[in-house]
């Protein structure tokens, strides 16, 4: 099954009883917003994740505004969402599928490896009419998880230091060329780093992946092939959310899986030590 399923999909997974775990990785920065939107309406049998507190490690300067968690948080929060070997995972979020990512790439970097995302999120299942119940979610049974870190490939600040090939930023065009920066300390992106704004590979109003022909051939431009060696090119974001997008994108048009700089341009820009280029 594809890396994005449709809601008609998850549906019919879910009214014929099927089994799986649905996660929504819901996000808002006023805090309990997210908690209480999940609990006035979410997707039947769905559990809740904080991605602030669940898929990532505490903020610093050091090392960005969303860094890697520790396996050990990782384990605790699917065990608590019931994750086991055999039951495929499918996560959504509130609709633009950053946060869903970030949970998709982060169980897969576990080593859960049947996980998909709702395309187009919540917004997709709600545009369709479909079930929707109230309350603190699913009734589940934690469960031990076997799970270990290094599934997926993963950079280091050093690594990208040292890094010599195609390295790739998945944020958007402005934030990019250092016109417009409002999240991170410095504008701008790594030296040598080629743009790819991740939302060019979706659907601009529904947030819905393209075909996969549009998908590949953008990929393309850059020299990314089914020939590509994962650790050849390594992309990012400002702190690992739209790159994890773009690697979703990727894996669900059959292309390797690049190398994954999550700290990205939030844990960059927080080294004085590091250079800095702009297009202005």
Known sequence: MSVFVSAAELNERIQTGQKQTIIAALWEPEEGKAWAKFQSEHIPTALYCDPSVQLAGMPGRSVGRNPMPSISTVRKAAAGWGV??????????????LFAARAWWILRWAGVSDVHILDGGFAAWDGE?????AGPGGVIVPREVELSEGHLPAASM?????????????????????RREILDLRAGHIPGAQNL??????DEQTHKVKDSDTVRD??????????????GAITYSGSGNHSA??????EH?????????????SQWSGNRDNPVATHI
Request: without cysteine.
């Open 253 to 265: 048009v059959d292309l390797p899986l690049l190398t994954h700089y999550v700290g990205g341009w």
């Open 218 to 231: 953008r990929f393309a431009q850059l020299g990314i092939t089914h020939n590509t060696d994962p650790a």
């Open 129 to 133: 009419g479909l079930p929707t119940v």
């Open 84 to 97: 086991e070997e055999g039951r495929p995972v499918y996560v959504y979020d509130g609709g633009n599928g």
């Open 245 to 250: 997008l773009l690697l979703a994108a990727l």
């Open 158 to 178: 050093e690594d990208v230091r040292a890094f010599e090939g195609l390295l790739i930023d998945a944020r958007g065009a402005r934030r990019f060329e250092g």
């Open 197 to 202: 704004p991740v939302y060019e590979l979706f």
